[in-house]
């Protein structure tokens, strides 16, 4: 049986601040160093084939710090990058909120209907990280 164990990045300063990453390339903070290494330790008690990590500098550091734990093939898929919420990158949640097209709970209940300004809809990019292995 195959088993996948999903790890979310470390934290970043901008998740610190609550504010949207989306594409931005974001780096770990020093607190998602140290979350990143408390991952690997747990996940070295499990047998684990391979790593796959979207391409972002935050998800990648974040396998690479597991990786060193469990020395395993590490595959970097763009297929897993984080989506574009178009011009909402960089706002703090708080600022969206006042934003006239902010459609939060549409994004949270039906994220697959969700558009966001400046980016096309999740419904126009079917299958966005289904096709990695």
Not at 20 to 40: M, P, W, Y
Not at 51 to 77: M, V
Not at 89 to 116: C, I, S
Request: glycine share 6%.
């Amino acid at each position: 049986m195959t088993v996948l164990y999903l790890v979310r990045h470390g934290e970043t300063d901008w998740n610190k601040e609550n504010r949207c990453q989306g594409h931005v390339d974001t780096e770990l903070n020093s607190e998602g160093i140290l979350q990143a290494k408390a991952v690997a330790q747990r996940l070295a008690a499990f047998d684990i084939d391979i790593i796959y990590s979207s391409a972002l500098k935050r998800a990648y550091t974040t396998a690479e710090i597991i990786n060193r734990q469990l020395s395993k093939e590490l595959i970097k898929n763009k297929s897993l990058n984080e989506i574009d919420f178009g011009e909402w990158e960089g706002l703090t949640f708080e600022e969206m909120k006042k934003l006239p097209d902010y459609n939060y709970d549409q994004w949270r209940m039906t994220p697959h209907l969700a558009t966001f300004p400046g980016e096309k809809s999740l419904k126009k990019r079917p299958g966005q990280g289904y096709e990695i292995c």
